[in-house]
């Protein structure tokens, strides 16, 4: 048995709904401005473009319930997604054969330091500091697609204290999932338990402690989560 050096990182892992298993996290991809009206609210042209993608830690995804708001900004975003999780991976996987890799969905957040991006942004920097902080990716359950099928259109909304802010549906996608999983390939050698967080519609806007984010789609249910 391997000894190591220090105490060994737990295993970052999400429910699995209506079992008690566990999906272990191994990476976490970010698809960004994959809805057009969300592209033209952040001013950008929402033309098919290729795709760009960020990347979030495995350890940001947390199912509390609870988002502790986080030090250094006064911008906080609500970013409603769908989580895609995969089962297996590969590298230069065929876009007719990539949803085979798709182990479920899950309902999720991509919180955002706005401020913090925009300064980034500016910069010419890397957007971590904005993306990638502690419990910035709110997750619920795992939805097998044996349970639920694949999820290509449907209604994906968010609600802050009971007031719509988000609202879309998945078909509006500008890169539909077994897109990304293909042009992920190409780049990256993907594995079981990555996660890609598949984008936000228009709507996205800041919250504030006490806030309570109620997100839902369509085959996912939903769930709510409290702003600390």
């Given at each position: 048995?391997?000894?190591?050096?220090?105490?060994?990182?737990?295993?970052?892992?999400?429910?699995?709904?209506?079992?008690?298993?566990?999906?272990?996290?191994?990476?976490?991809?970010?698809?960004?401005?994959?809805?057009?009206?969300?592209?033209?609210?952040?001013?950008?042209?929402?033309?098919?473009?290729?795709?760009?993608?960020?990347?979030?830690?495995?350890?940001?995804?947390?199912?509390?319930?609870?988002?502790?708001?986080?030090?250094?900004?006064?911008?906080?975003?609500?970013?409603?997604?769908?989580?895609?999780?995969?089962?297996?991976?590969?590298?230069?996987?065929?876009?007719?054969?990539?949803?085979?890799?798709?182990?479920g969905y899950a309902l999720s957040l991509d919180m955002t330091r706005r401020d913090l991006q925009g300064e980034m942004k500016k910069m010419g920097r890397p957007w971590e500091i904005g993306k990638a902080f502690e419990r910035s990716a709110p997750v619920g359950p795992v939805h097998p697609v044996s349970d639920i099928g694949h999820l290509e259109n449907g209604s994906i909304t968010l609600k802050v204290?009971?007031?719509?802010?988000?609202?879309?549906?998945?078909?509006?996608?500008?890169?539909?999932?077994?897109?990304?999983?293909?042009?992920?390939?190409?780049?990256?050698?993907?594995?079981?338990?990555?996660?890609?967080?598949?984008?936000?519609?228009?709507?996205?806007?800041?919250?504030?402690?006490?806030?309570?984010?109620?997100?839902?789609?369509?085959?996912?249910?939903?769930?709510?989560?409290?702003?600390?």
């Amino acid at each position: 048995m391997a000894q190591y050096a220090i105490q060994t990182p737990p295993v970052v892992a999400v429910p699995i709904a209506g079992t008690d298993a566990l999906f272990p996290v191994r990476r976490v991809y970010c698809i960004g401005r994959n809805y057009a009206a969300h592209a033209i609210e952040m001013g950008h042209d929402p033309d098919r473009d290729p795709p760009f993608f960020f990347q979030k830690n495995p350890n940001n995804l947390d199912t509390s319930g609870q988002f502790p708001y986080p030090p250094h900004t006064s911008d906080v975003h609500h970013e409603v997604e769908v989580a895609v999780m995969l089962k297996s991976g590969g590298e230069n996987i065929p876009l007719e054969s990539a949803l085979d890799h798709v182990y479920g969905y899950a309902l999720s957040l991509d919180m955002t330091r706005r401020d913090l991006q925009g300064e980034m942004k500016k910069m010419g920097r890397p957007w971590e500091i904005g993306k990638a902080f502690e419990r910035s990716a709110p997750v619920g359950p795992v939805h097998p697609v044996s349970d639920i099928g694949h999820l290509e259109n449907g209604s994906i909304t968010l609600k802050v204290n009971g007031e719509l802010r988000q609202e879309g549906d998945l078909n509006q996608m500008i890169w539909k999932v077994p897109e990304m999983i293909s042009y992920l390939s190409e780049y990256f050698e993907l594995a079981p338990g990555d996660v890609i967080l598949s984008g936000t519609p228009s709507g996205v806007g800041p919250v504030v402690k006490g806030d309570v984010m109620e997100i839902a789609a369509d085959g996912l249910g939903s769930m709510t989560v409290t702003v600390t």
